[in-house]
């Protein structure tokens, strides 16, 4: 059963730095959806792709924040200069239809 | 501002009761529910859905309840069993699933 894989599955690094995160969603599945989670919270949107095109993106992503799915299928998301309330797990979701189907997550540490 | 609310943080449940979980909303344009269910360490787990033009929607176990006019869902998992332990999620979306907001969970403990 190939789910949804997200790549790497923690990332530790220090602020100022740029982290790229990549997500594979389940093959065919034309919709991707990227989300934050912090502890205590539920997933926050993102941003969301329509195979390759992204339809929608949060106010919450701003401009150190970009993501690509750039033949409409894996996708990454890129925070450049991060900063210390960028900790957080990313978590990726993919579907056909609806519902979506998430993976396991990214989970950042910045020191 | 929260546009889905879970208003109870944890929840306490004998194995073989009912377990209800509930879930305020205050965007009248939200058309699409649905309910995860998340064990730690990994991502959430989809349970089951409605959609705004019915008020049931049934998966074995679990039942889904929505009431548009009080916007408020609930879920029902019946009986409860010791493996249904777990963070549970509502979300909604207002545009056919272009866009979700989550609940801040509430995590529900199945007592055998």
């Known amino acids: 059963d190939t789910g949804v894989s997200q790549d790497p599955r923690h990332k530790i690094t220090k602020r100022g730095q740029n982290v790229t995160f990549r997500c594979d969603p389940i093959s065919e599945h034309n919709r991707l959806y990227w989300y934050r989670q912090t502890l205590g919270q539920g997933p926050e949107f993102l941003t969301y792709f329509q195979n390759e095109a992204q339809l929608e993106k949060s106010r919450l992503l701003s401009d150190r924040f970009s993501a690509e799915r750039p033949k409409g299928s894996f996708s990454t998301l890129e925070i450049q200069r991060t900063e210390q309330g960028d900790s957080a797990m990313y978590l990726c979701?993919?579907?056909?239809?609806?519902?979506?189907?998430f993976g396991d997550g990214t989970r950042l540490s910045i020191l | 501002d929260q546009q889905v609310k879970q208003n109870s943080p944890s929840l306490s449940v004998q194995e073989g009761r009912i377990s209800i979980l509930n879930c305020d909303y205050t965007?009248?344009?939200?058309?699409?529910f649905l309910w995860y269910k998340k064990y730690p360490a990994e991502g959430p787990t989809f349970l089951i859905s409605?959609?705004?033009?019915?008020d049931k929607n049934e998966d074995g176990r679990f039942t889904v309840f929505l009431n548009k006019s009080a916007k408020h869902l609930s879920l029902h998992i019946v009986p409860s069993q010791p493996g249904d332990s777990a963070v549970y999620f509502c979300?909604?979306?207002?545009?056919?699933?272009?866009?979700?907001?989550f609940g801040t969970g509430t995590s529900l403990t199945v007592i055998p």
């Open positions: 965007n009248s344009m939200f058309d699409y």
């Open positions: 979300a909604a979306s207002p545009n056919n699933g272009n866009q979700f907001y």
């Open positions: 409605i959609s705004s033009i019915k």
């Open positions: 979701a993919s579907g056909f239809d609806l519902p979506q189907h």
